[in-house]
């Protein structure tokens, strides 16, 4: 399995930003996709899951700004973020996994990461 991310920059607060999760080598089309993001000295978060049946649930923290899509043709999913804040500041990565009754399972499969960075 392979994850890619990009789309990361430099932004100032209130702009927005979409990322993109490039994945190839699923043995089979039913994973979900993670969103996580880790700020310098925090512990990696988990903010968004794209489910592989299309519905989306996020983090509070999120919620409301963030979105998720998909391309299937593109094997690709992406994360709009609105109105971003200082403290949204991280580096984002990709997993892929499977929800359980509301529970998140990830694999160890993960992507390289994309810096996101909101300043004025």
């Known amino acids: 399995v392979q994850l890619v991310e990009s789309g990361g920059g430099l932004v100032q607060p209130g702009e927005s930003l979409r990322l993109s999760c490039v994945y190839s080598g699923l043995p089979f089309t039913g994973y979900d996709i993670g969103w996580f993001r880790q700020a310098p000295g925090k512990s990696r978060e988990r903010i968004a899951v794209h489910e592989a049946a299309g519905t989306s649930y996020y983090a509070d923290s999120v919620k409301g700004r963030f979105s998720t899509s998909k391309d299937d043709a593109k094997n690709t999913v992406f994360l709009q973020m609105n109105s971003l804040k200082p403290e949204d500041t991280a580096v984002y990565y990709c997993?892929?996994?499977?929800?359980?009754?509301?529970?998140?399972?990830?694999?160890?499969?993960w992507g390289q990461g994309t810096q996101v960075t909101v300043s004025s």
């Open positions: 997993n892929t996994g499977t929800t359980y009754r509301g529970t998140y399972y990830g694999t160890d499969s």
